[in-house]
């Protein structure tokens, strides 16, 4: 079949590209490093010719034009399903909303609740058979797809074809109009640089890993510094199945303590559902049969993910109460991140035989004029719960870890003030004390 007769015929600019886009039409963009930064700009023109179009993101790769051109809001109404650093700028000033979703939820939430009229995303070239490759970002696009009444792919040929688990690339059949782009770099995301007290977080984190775990890491510094320290220990057969693919697992695959080989499925193969790094990681995914592009929803599934042995989840948080709610996207009422796999990983982790859910957070804030501490005896009014405490398992902080799990009110703020900043236990005692969870018997 001729599939560059098709790929001509469908071929147009981007300024005819958003035309497609009308009045109170849903516009949805693609994810992560494969969002349409080629075409939103070209949206953004088009202000003053439409009203009340609701565009919906994942992590923006910096400010999103159609939010940043329109400060009334009349024109375009910008949404996130997770905050980038764009969108979270966004925000305060008062021109993003976040929607609130469990990640491995998000297919079916657009099959029931949306109809988008209108979806645009980048992919990498077409291939031999007539496919777009979805590249670093598979998360909720095939269902987009399948969803959408008209499909924009922006082509650039920087994006790496990442080899799938499944769903991972569309064919032209499929697609509505194809834009050629700048070819511009994928974004680079460097991993955080760890702080001391990173490392001290990082050092308990790994006495809690074993030979054969299957590795979940979030996004940040502590994450960022295991990663260092697996791939720098002797840990053997390691495997990989998670939400985000950054740069710490191709340090672990090349050190040779990520092999896979342990896996309950998926052998031999890093699984992920969408990947954000620098170009190390972009050329590591070319084509390598390591790595496996997955929908959000099988890599998030906790009926998935929680049939691989020893499965260890290690994310960030911003606070913990002394009930053990955990607050993982907010300061307060102000969104800053979202809830993204956190709870998906948490619980599955629990669910999966050998397995441990890992919440890290330094003891203090970063950057206060006094001292104040992320652990709380109640989260910052208006604060989300992003992992209630039903669910928390380990906790880990430089002062050392616990395990909530199957604890009552007063044995879990006992454990927690024991982790927290020795200048700040006293007044987290009292404050369990006027909670009613706290008992003369207490211990520290």
Known sequence: MDFMTEYRRKLVSPEDAVKVVKSGDSVAYGHFAMAPTF???YLAQRKDELRMVKVYSVVYPGLAQVAACDPTREHFIYNSWHFSGGDRMLHDKDLCNYVPMLYHEGPEILRRYYETDVFMFKVAPIDSRGYFNFSTSNSDTYAYAKTAKKIIVEVCDKAPYCLGGNLE???ISEVDMIVETDNKPLIQVPAAIPNDVDKMVASHVMKMIEDGSVIQLGIGGMPSAVGMMIAQSDLKDLGAHTEILVDAYVDMYEAGVMTGKRKAFDQGRMAYTFALGTQKLYDFLHMNRAAASYPVDYTNS???????DKLISINNAIEIDLFGQVCSESSGIRQVTGTGGQFDFIFSSFKSRGGKGIICLSSLKEGEGEKKSRIVPTLTPGGIVTVPRTVTNHVVTEYGAVDLKG????ERAELLISIADPDMQDELI???????IWVKTNKL
């Open 169 to 171: 690339a569309i064919h």
């Open 39 to 41: 075409l939103d700009p």
């Open 302 to 308: 906790p009926s998935v993910a929680a049939q691989h």
């Open 430 to 436: 009292k404050e369990a004390e006027k909670m009613k």
């Open 407 to 410: 604890r009552s009110t007063w």
